[in-house]
């Protein structure tokens, strides 16, 4: 069985400042990693993801998420966030099988002006 | 090439009835898989289909059930529903190959029980 643990429910940061979004996950297999992003009553979009080689993945819009193995954790970051990225992160992980993605509840980022 | 497309957008049921939601697969995808997202969680995995064949579940009783049809859209049928099935739900659909990597989602289901 697999978890995944959002730690912060939301994270309120000022406009053009940096933010981390935390995730640790738990698993007793290798897995994937994903960041996925929803806005208010829409699905979710795929923001990147970890499937292996390099420990840092990045976005198209300025993301990035490292994965490390020895604290399992796959932490998002930004180094300077838009009023357009508030919305709700979920970080999920695939242990590879059919059993879907595993999400955490989720970090709501709150962009002040 | 058109996206993941669910219906309806909104339901409103009442307890003990039956509800069933569609999703019509982004074009090519072969594989799709169902979540319920309650309000304030994560999304969480009914099951997946692939060639109209259920291939993983997750933690749900079997009131939860689905069909997929040979151009792999597909249904969620929901019986009996109870208060706590007020949810999102999410329809994602993939190719088999890379169902573990790569997944696209629909704009989703808010299904109301009364």
């Known amino acids: 069985a697999q978890s995944v643990t959002q730690l912060d429910s939301q994270v309120p940061v000022f406009e053009e400042a940096p933010v981390e979004l935390r995730c640790n996950y738990s698993?007793?297999?290798?897995?994937?990693l994903f960041w996925y992003v929803q806005y208010p009553n829409q699905g979710l979009q795929l923001l990147l993801k970890y499937l292996s080689g390099s420990t840092l993945v990045e976005s198209i819009n300025g993301f990035e998420a490292e994965f490390n193995k020895s604290q399992t954790s796959f932490h998002l970051r930004k180094p300077s966030v838009h009023i357009s990225d508030t919305a709700e992160y979920f970080c999920a992980v695939s242990d590879r099988g059919a059993d879907g993605l595993t999400f955490g509840k989720g970090t709501h980022l709150i962009i002040q002006p | 090439e058109t996206g993941v497309t669910q219906s309806p957008t909104h339901l409103i049921k009442t307890r003990g009835q039956q509800v069933t939601l569609r999703c019509s697969s982004q074009?090519?995808?072969?594989?799709v898989s169902w979540y319920q997202q309650a309000l304030g969680q994560g999304p969480q995995f009914i099951f997946q289909?692939?060639?109209?064949?259920?291939?993983g579940r997750g933690n749900f009783p079997p009131r939860f059930s689905g069909l997929q049809f040979p151009n792999y859209s597909s249904e969620l049928n929901v019986n009996a529903l109870e208060l706590d099935d007020s949810a999102l739900y999410l329809c994602a659909s993939s190719l088999e190959a890379v169902v573990n990597t790569e997944a696209f989602f629909g704009q989703g289901t808010r299904l109301t029980v009364v």
């Open positions: 074009s090519g995808h072969n594989t």
């Open positions: 698993s007793s297999v290798s897995v994937y």
């Open positions: 289909y692939y060639r109209e064949e259920e291939n």
